[in-house]
């Protein structure tokens, strides 16, 4: 299919004192970019007390964007992401920029300070999100690295350290790890003194061994989970495999930690699969632990540090300008990003 940049910007008269953005806009449900985002002139959010507003510099894509562009699985619709199109109309929530304004309320931030988190609507000039949602940004990284963190490397913190309790010497094997959420989980589990295999498609398997994983699998040409080899942690990400699979490459005392998942269809999900896990961990030997990451700032604080001294790199596969945005959620929706996709504003 012929790549389409998004429509040039719509002219929208400004009503009085309102100042205007460039934003890309999506109002209806689908699964073809192409025909949803639209690049327009949109007034810049505005901000309560309690927030900062943004400049952004750099918004980081993930799978949680297609999600939410498609609005599936269903069940997101009536938890209230909004009944026949996003309730939010600008995508986009990982971001990193520079402080415009702050509230009244707001203390420890000033304009002009560098930052990275999230908020609602990346995809734009300008966003608005609460001061707990951002923490400064890491200075040995870009604006573009650090829009690749706050998602993917807080996810990765708290699938390893919280769900799976990783320690020193443990093997765990990454299903997914050439993704944005994998790359990281490689790093993170090496960096906390485990033997890491890292699992992905053919063609990123050199992407996971630079990355510092000890073995590399391919798992379109070996199966993962014959019981050959046995894990004390799996971390699934985005994964359909069942759980019997899963729980044969586990030691009988291991931990599998699932975060996403693409299977299940369009009403539930991967929910299905994740509701059977939780069901059945109490009556097995193993841990089995689904989770949904929260954003909180002492995560981004932790992957800040952690990014400053070295330990974890983002690996940035594409950056698209704005008015690409179209491009690098296609990119990435289709399957082939390595590492994380970013969008440069």
Same mark, same amino acid.
């Given at each position: 299919?012929?790549?389409?940049?998004?429509?040039?910007?719509?002219?929208?008269?400004?009503?009085?004192?309102?100042?205007?953005?460039?934003?890309?806009?999506?109002?209806?449900?689908?699964?073809?970019?192409?025909?949803?985002?639209?690049?327009?002139?949109?007034?810049?959010?505005?901000?309560?007390?309690?927030?900062?507003?943004?400049?952004?510099?750099?918004?980081?894509?993930?799978?949680?964007?297609?999600?939410?562009?498609?609005?599936?699985?269903?069940?997101?619709?009536?938890?209230?992401?909004?009944?026949?199109?996003?309730?939010?109309?600008?995508?986009?929530?990982?971001?990193?920029?520079?402080?415009?304004?702050?509230?009244?309320?707001?203390?420890?931030?000033?304009?002009?300070?560098?930052?990275?988190?999230?908020?609602?609507?990346?995809?734009?000039?300008?966003?608005?999100?609460?001061?707990?949602?951002?923490?400064?940004?890491?200075?040995?990284?870009?604006?573009?690295?650090?829009?690749?963190?706050?998602?993917?490397?807080?996810?990765?913190?708290?699938?390893?350290?919280?769900?799976?309790?990783?320690?020193?010497?443990?093997?765990?094997?990454? *299903?997914?790890?050439?993704?944005?959420?994998?790359?990281?989980?490689?790093?993170?589990?090496?960096?906390?003194?485990?033997?890491?295999?890292?699992?992905?498609?053919?063609?990123?398997? =050199?992407?996971?061994?630079?990355?510092?994983?000890?073995?590399?699998?391919?798992?379109?040409?070996?199966? &993962?989970?014959?019981?050959?080899?046995?894990?004390?942690? *799996?971390?699934?990400?985005?994964?359909?495999?069942?759980?019997?699979?899963?729980?044969?490459?586990?030691?009988?005392?291991?931990? &599998?930690?699932?975060?996403?998942?693409?299977?299940?269809?369009?009403?539930?999900?991967?929910?299905?699969?994740?509701?059977?896990?939780?069901?059945?961990?109490?009556?097995?030997?193993?841990?089995?632990?689904?989770?949904?990451?929260?954003?909180?700032?002492? =995560?981004?604080?932790?992957?800040?540090?952690?990014?400053?001294?070295?330990?974890?790199?983002?690996?940035? =596969?594409?950056?698209?300008?704005?008015?690409?945005?179209?491009?690098?959620?296609?990119?990435?929706? =289709?399957?082939?990003?390595?590492?994380?996709?970013? *969008?440069?504003?």
């Amino acid at each position: 299919m012929a790549m389409k940049a998004a429509a040039r910007p719509r002219p929208v008269p400004a009503a009085a004192g309102q100042v205007m953005m460039q934003a890309i806009v999506q109002r209806r449900y689908g699964t073809a970019p192409e025909d949803l985002f639209r690049l327009e002139q949109i007034a810049r959010p505005a901000m309560n007390d309690d927030e900062v507003l943004i400049r952004v510099r750099a918004a980081g894509v993930d799978r949680g964007t297609v999600h939410l562009m498609a609005g599936t699985p269903h069940l997101m619709r009536i938890l209230g992401f909004g009944l026949r199109g996003p309730k939010s109309p600008v995508p986009g929530w990982a971001v990193a920029g520079t402080v415009e304004a702050v509230g009244t309320k707001v203390t420890g931030l000033e304009p002009g300070d560098e930052v990275f988190g999230t908020c609602r609507g990346s995809f734009a000039q300008y966003a608005a999100t609460r001061a707990g949602r951002l923490a400064p940004k890491p200075a040995s990284l870009t604006f573009e690295q650090a829009a690749a963190m706050p998602g993917s490397a807080t996810t990765a913190l708290q699938a390893l350290r919280d769900k799976a309790k990783l320690r020193p010497g443990q093997h765990v094997l990454i *299903i997914g790890a050439s993704g944005g959420v994998g790359t990281f989980a490689v790093q993170l589990a090496k960096a906390f003194g485990a033997e890491v295999t890292g699992a992905c498609r053919t063609g990123k398997t =050199d992407l996971v061994r630079a990355l510092g994983a000890d073995h590399v699998l391919d798992y379109t040409r070996e199966d &993962l989970t014959t019981g050959r080899h046995r894990y004390d942690v *799996i971390i699934d990400i985005g994964g359909n495999r069942r759980l019997a699979h899963l729980r044969r490459a586990l030691t009988p005392k291991g931990t &599998l930690v699932i975060t996403g998942g693409e299977n299940g269809g369009a009403l539930l999900g991967g929910i299905g699969r994740n509701l059977h896990a939780q069901l059945l961990s109490p009556f097995v030997s193993q841990k089995l632990t689904v989770f949904i990451a929260r954003q909180r700032r002492a =995560d981004l604080l932790t992957v800040r540090e952690l990014a400053d001294s070295g330990a974890v790199t983002p690996a940035i =596969d594409r950056s698209y300008p704005l008015s690409q945005a179209t491009a690098a959620v296609r990119h990435l929706a =289709d399957g082939h990003a390595r590492g994380k996709v970013v *969008i440069s504003i």
